[in-house]
Every structure is written in C-alpha cells, then in structure tokens.
C-alpha cells in the first residue's frame, strides 16, 4: 500500500509560479510511475504529467508542455510539480498518483492517490 500526500498549494497571481510536492510512504517510489492529475469545479479529472521510475519517460499534457515540470527525488521518496507562467484555467485540485505499469497516462493506470491540493490562479 502506498500512502501520498500533496502539498503546495495555494493562492497565486497569473503568470506567477508554484511548486507542488507529494511525499510517498509505505512503498518506495523507485519501482512506480508517479503522475499529476489535476480536477477543475465541474470537469473530469484529467492527466497533466509523469515520470517513470527510471526516468526514461516523461509525458505532460499539451496544455502545461514548456510550463510544467514533473520531477521525482527517489531518495526522498518525493515527487514534484513546478508549474510556471500559471494561468487562471490552471485553477484545479491537483493530485498525486502512482501507478505500478511503467507508462501511465490514463486515470484508471494509476493504483494510488492523494487527496489533493487546491492551486487557485487569479487573473
């Protein structure tokens, strides 16, 4: 079983920047591909990016390539989110994820889930 906890959050002007953690306990982050999704009042929960355990493969979805970055600390046990140039429609829970299949994209890949985290972008 893992365990995942987002933090973060917050409040942030447009075009400003934030860094959302998730610390990972239970299980060792080095054999699971972590993602980020993200839910928006009244919209399904989409994909946003994630990173293999080895690395090898990163994904992002279109609408946060060159503005969102995933990165993992597995010594940590710790996955990151640094999101710049942040948008009003960025505005969503985020959560964390981790997935056992090597490549993972899709919410019904991924076995574990935090709670989330609110990021709310102003205009």
């Known amino acids: 079983q893992v365990q995942l906890v987002e933090s973060g959050g917050g409040l942030v002007q447009a075009g400003g920047s934030l860094r959302l953690s998730c610390a990972a306990s239970g299980r060792t982050l080095s054999s699971l591909t972590m993602g980020w999704f993200r839910q928006a009042p009244g919209k399904e929960r989409e994909f946003v990016a994630a990173?293999?355990?080895?690395?090898?493969?990163?994904l992002y979805a279109d609408s946060v390539k060159d503005r969102f970055t995933i990165s993992r600390d597995n010594a940590k046990n710790t996955v990151y989110l640094q999101m710049n140039s942040l948008k009003p429609e960025d505005t969503a829970v985020y959560y964390c994820a981790a997935a056992q299949r090597y490549s993972a994209s899709r919410r019904g890949e991924y076995d574990y889930w935090g709670q989330g985290t609110q990021v709310t972008v102003s205009s």
């Open positions: 990173t293999s355990w080895d690395y090898g493969r990163t």
